[in-house]
Structures are given as C-alpha cells and as structure tokens.
C-alpha cells in the first residue's frame, strides 16, 4: 500500500485514511488506486464488518487533483474498475473518456458495490471530486465544519463525474448546488437528506466509529444483501442510467473546452477555481 491511504483495523471496524494533508486530500491516481487496494483489503478480512473512509488533516477531500506537483493523470495503472484500454498516448476524447470511466466513473461504481457497509467520515473541505467518494459511501457522517460544493460548472462542465446530484440531493437542491457552484454547509446537506448526522467536529470520529461498530453487530450477509436491496431500488429510480446519460455529456462538454478554449477544463486550474469560489 502506498502512503497516500492509511489502513487501520479497530475491531471489526476498517478505517480507511486518504493521507495527502497538504494538498486536502487531492486526488491522484495514485490515491485512488491505493483507496481502492485498501477497500479490497477491507473486503478480504473476515474481521472487518464496516469500512470508514476517512481524510487526514483538516479536510475530507478538495477534489480530484488537478494542480499538484504528483498530479500523474498522464500515468498508467493496473485497470480495475472496467474493461477498456490504457489512456496514456490516446489523443483527445478518446485518452479523455478512457481514463475517467476507468479512473472516476468507474472507481465509484466499484466502491458502491462493496459488500461491506460504507461509512463517510467528512470533515472540512469535500468538494467535487471529494463528493464522489462521500456518495458512494452508505451513510455519511459529517462534522458541524464540513462544507461541500461541486463547483465544475465554472468549467463549462455539467457536475462531477459521477452524477449522483439528483438522487442524492433531490433535482431542485442539485439545480441550486450546480447552478450557483457555491458551497453548502452540513446542516444544509442534513435537511436536503444527503447526510444522516452532523456531529461536533471533536467528536466526529468517536460518534462515526460506534455507529459503524454498532452495524457491524448486525449479520454480515444480511448487511450485504440489503446494501444491494437498495441500491438496485436507486438504480430503479433512474441512478446508473442517469449517471450514463450524464456522463456523455460531461464528455462534450470536456471536448467542447478542448475545441474552444485552452483544455478541457475550459482554463481552470485549481487556483482559479478556488479565486472564483471566493466571489460567491
Ligand atoms: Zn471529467
């Protein structure tokens, strides 16, 4: 395993620890693919019943990386979520579409099918790409100082990836969150129903934890088959499909940028998206 994740048993609790800090838990490849080895870790062990994904340092996660010195989207890494190609030296919308269904895409539709229940544990910053892994976790426990925003609009590009805003929003709440790109806060997220409890940031990990301890005290199978009672009700309320529909549009929009203007980030790097956040 590699630094960037931290894996750690508690009982029959796993805790997983995304651990970049200094760059608030920005998201390389190398964080994800260590993420998902520690989630496999955690599927392995027949000690473990819950998982906690968790962020080191002040901030859950700040999003996918797109500006630090390891960012390495132009590396290659052992595919595990889909059966496609290799992006590194494809050109345009095709090494683009390879690496995020792979990379993004795919990834959380993995991690949503863990058998074991997930839990969140958000503190500070979790943004864009930083929702994604909260809402691919069952529940989410956030501290009274978390904050979330998918600001990727200011992009020219309609939401994250995995385009879960409307099922775990509601559309009305979504429209709002995307159209302003503006941060809401976790009593906000609480009332919108995308949270299940806000919890005094000291006491964050000592209330996520017992709540994990106490669902792992409930039969492994029987967890494992009512996760997927209720994800396939999602999907029947239009998730996975939506998601895929979403996704081709998020890839005109990212060829749209390429063709237009200076990248398929429509010029935005993490700088200047953190300037035009603090104009809101
Ligand atoms: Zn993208």
Redesign the pocket.
């Known amino acids: 395993m590699t630094d960037v994740v931290r894996y750690e048993r508690r009982g029959p609790v796993a805790l997983v620890t995304m651990d970049r800090p200094k760059y608030r838990n920005a998201q390389n490849s190398a964080m994800t693919y260590a993420l998902d080895a520690a989630f496999t870790r955690a599927v392995d062990d027949e000690e473990v019943s819950v998982i906690v994904l968790a962020g080191a340092g002040d901030h859950f996660s700040a999003g996918h990386d797109i500006g630090t010195p390891e960012r390495d989207a132009h590396r290659s890494f052992q595919r595990r979520a889909v059966l496609w190609w290799d992006h590194v030296d494809k050109s345009g919308g095709d090494g683009?579409y390879s690496r995020?269904i792979e990379v993004?895409l795919g990834m959380c539709r993995r991690w949503r099918e863990i058998p074991k229940p997930t839990v969140a544990m958000v503190q500070g910053a979790c943004i864009a790409g930083g929702l994604m892994l909260a809402w691919v976790c069952d529940l989410i426990v956030a501290a009274d100082d978390a904050f979330f925003a998918d600001p990727v609009v200011r992009m020219g590009?309609p939401g994250v990836?995995y385009f879960a805003h409307p099922w775990v929003l509601g559309p009305r709440a979504a429209k709002e969150v995307l159209f302003t790109g503006e941060r809401f806060d976790a009593r906000r997220a609480y009332e919108w129903g995308m949270v299940n409890r806000v919890v005094p940031r000291d006491r964050l990990e000592e209330e996520t934890v017992a709540l994990a301890g106490r669902i792992a005290g409930m039969p492994r199978f029987g967890l494992a088959l009512t996760k997927r009672a209720v994800n396939q009700a999602e999907d029947l309320m239009g998730l996975r499909a939506g998601m895929d529909s979403a996704f081709g549009l998020?890839h005109f929009a990212?060829a749209h940028n390429a063709e237009t203007s200076a990248d398929p980030l429509g010029g935005m790097d993490a700088r200047a998206m953190r300037r035009e956040g603090r104009r809101d």
Do not use: S, T
Request: hydrophobic share 15%; aromatic share 14%.
């Open positions: 683009r995020e993004y590009i990836e998020h990212h």
